[in-house]
């Protein structure tokens, strides 16, 4: 829990990994990606405060004592949603597989949660695995990466039938969270690889099931908006772009938060630190202390209120995965407070006969 | 010699844009350098252009677009007879640079992992440039009290002059929407008229892709400066 202010906030972080891109897991021959992996990452890292910077040693790969430190610790945060990435094809046992960052759930059961990971090319042999997983850590999410390389293929789009096959089945297990990395990519090649189409149409499909769009479609954020405000199972998830836009740039950040407020709402906007890649700790404090500035040019986004605070840092994430949250950081029930409009961009589309519910 | 052709590569390298963020490649800072000298053999002038990016992974059909860009506008300045482009520190600029230089077109360069040339994706970025665009030509005469009615109705040659205006002609001219002075400032992607009715949205959604856009481009400087933090 953080407290600022006289108010208390119940923190979960939707995004982490403990990952692992030390030389000694580099695959042969493929030495130049593992390393452009981690560097590309480690760019991203430097537009984070400098006194948040690690060496690239700890960079590549940190200890569980490191997690602890710098997530429970100095972090502040109370729940901790795991990621798994695997990268195989350049890095030997994976970038951060779900073995891996069970470490962390091993060491801190009652904080964190591990998500499962699937791919859909991987076939009937990829399923048992996954659903072998399943049955000893119980998922309550899933983490999709659709560039990932594997053989020939670069990647793959979420309403490939193979890919509904895959979510149905995820569906009927009980996992009900998706959350999907719509940011950097680089395949296919020849067409824009941020389009996030594909997620629409899932959405649609599985009304269900929550879509969560990792780093908000970065950088499409307007394709991404349009798709959020038409699909309630929608939401945008904050890593990357806390990490990488308040502290580099806060004009931008202003910005995004203010289109984020306006088309998707505070009720699915979800915190994530993205750690490693930054830490918590200046993220958690600083969006807490944020506001939209007074500048002319800001005066038409929404502002944030500390309920949304709430919300965002914590409380939507808490709904997605049933996380008990304390009753000292929860909200009053709605109904209790004055009934404002919280996502106005959807006005505008339902006078155009375009949100969800009108004339498409 | 070499300085008045050397001004006008780089004049030519000013015209080269990264489509994604709306931007000329040399205010990006992507020419790393960028030489002309006498060609060895005595036949005219080679102009030498390296090119970096932000990321070692950055999309290789915007990579190839630029690269093949600054070749084809090289190429064009009078007096340069040989041209060697090339972009440095990526993960696929052999085969890029390869590709370009034979003129070989993106899909040969990838074969298997492409399957179009790039002049669709180029014009989806220009016609979002032409959207958000329109947002900060308008934004000034909303502030002034324009009210839908008026901008529905507004002609490209009642806007006062100025360099977004300037811009967004050409983005239009780019993809063969209309930019005259009888062409109307707010126009959908597709080139519909916005009725009176459709302006605030369609004013919320071309400052959504201006945002869009402006925020990749500070992402992309930044990482740039940080990669080439110790040579810059």
């Not at chain 2, 308008?138 to 002059?161: H, I, K, T, Y």
Request: charged share 25%; aromatic share 10%.
């Amino acid at each position: 829990m953080y407290e600022k202010d006289g108010e208390k906030y119940f923190i979960v972080d939707e995004h982490q990994h403990f990952w692992n891109a030390r030389p000694d897991n580099w695959v042969e021959g493929r030495e130049n990606l593992a390393k452009g992996w981690i560097d590309c990452f480690y760019g991203y890292h430097q537009l984070g405060p400098p006194e948040t910077h690690w060496d690239m040693e700890k960079y590549q790969r940190w200890t569980v004592d490191d997690y602890k430190h710098d997530v429970f610790d100095e972090g502040h945060v109370d729940v901790a949603v795991l990621q798994s990435t695997y990268l195989k094809y350049w890095y030997k046992e994976g970038f951060n597989t779900v073995e891996r960052n069970r470490q962390i759930a091993d060491a801190f059961p009652e904080k964190v949660i591990v998500n499962g990971r699937w791919d859909p090319r991987e076939g009937e042999e990829g399923w048992r695995q996954f659903e072998a997983d399943h049955k000893k850590y119980n998922f309550k999410g899933v983490k999709v990466y659709t560039a990932e390389w594997i053989g020939d293929s670069r990647g793959y789009k979420i309403d490939q039938p193979e890919a509904r096959d895959f979510l149905k089945r995820t569906q009927d297990l009980g996992i009900k969270n998706v959350h999907l990395h719509k940011g950097p990519t680089i395949w296919p090649l020849d067409k824009d690889a941020f389009n996030i189409e594909d997620v629409d149409h899932a959405a649609t499909d599985f009304p269900e099931m929550n879509f969560i769009v990792e780093h908000v479609g970065l950088p499409r954020i307007e394709d991404f908006c349009y798709t959020a405000v038409q699909e309630p199972n929608v939401y945008a998830g904050l890593s990357v772009v806390i990490g990488a836009h308040m502290y580099a740039r806060p004009k931008f950040f202003a910005k995004v938060m203010g289109e984020l407020l306006f088309w998707v709402g505070e009720d699915r906007i979800v915190f994530g630190s993205d750690y490693g890649i930054w830490e918590p700790k200046w993220q958690v404090e600083g969006f807490i202390d944020w506001q939209m500035p007074d500048d002319e040019a800001f005066s038409d986004y929404p502002r944030l209120t500390t309920a949304a605070k709430k919300k965002i840092m914590g409380l939507n994430s808490a709904k997605l995965y049933d996380i008990e949250v304390p009753a000292e950081c929860q909200l009053p029930a709605p109904g209790t407070t004055a009934d404002e409009q919280k996502q106005p961009g959807e006005e505008l589309l339902i006078d155009a006969g375009l949100a969800a519910g009108s004339q498409a | 010699m070499s300085g008045v052709l050397r001004d006008a590569v780089w004049a030519a390298l000013d015209t080269v844009l990264d489509p994604e963020l709306d931007e000329p490649i040399t205010s990006l800072e992507f020419v790393t350098s960028c030489t002309v000298s006498e060609d060895p053999d005595g036949s005219g002038a080679v102009a030498v252009v390296r090119l970096r990016l932000p990321t070692f992974f950055c999309s290789p059909n915007f990579s190839w677009l630029m690269v093949a860009d600054a070749h084809d506008a090289v190429s064009a300045v009078p007096g340069i007879t040989r041209v060697d482009v090339a972009l440095e520190d990526h993960f696929v600029s052999e085969v890029i640079n390869q590709g370009v230089a034979a003129r070989a077109g993106f899909v040969a360069a990838f074969p298997g992992e492409a399957v179009a040339e790039l002049d669709d994706l180029r014009a989806t970025f220009f016609r979002k440039a032409a959207l958000a665009g329109q947002e900060r030509v308008a934004r000034p005469l909303v502030n002034s009290g324009m009210g839908p009615d008026e901008l529905a109705a507004l002609r490209l040659g009642q806007v006062p002059p100025s360099q977004d205006l300037d811009r967004l002609r050409a983005r239009r001219a780019e993809v063969g929407l209309p930019c005259g002075d009888d062409a109307p400032l707010l126009l959908h992607p597709e080139g519909e008229p916005v009725t009176a009715a459709q302006v605030p949205l369609h004013l919320r959604r071309a400052r959504l892709t201006g945002v869009s856009i402006e925020a990749n481009g500070g992402t992309c400087r930044d990482l740039l400066a940080k990669r080439y933090a110790a040579t810059s």
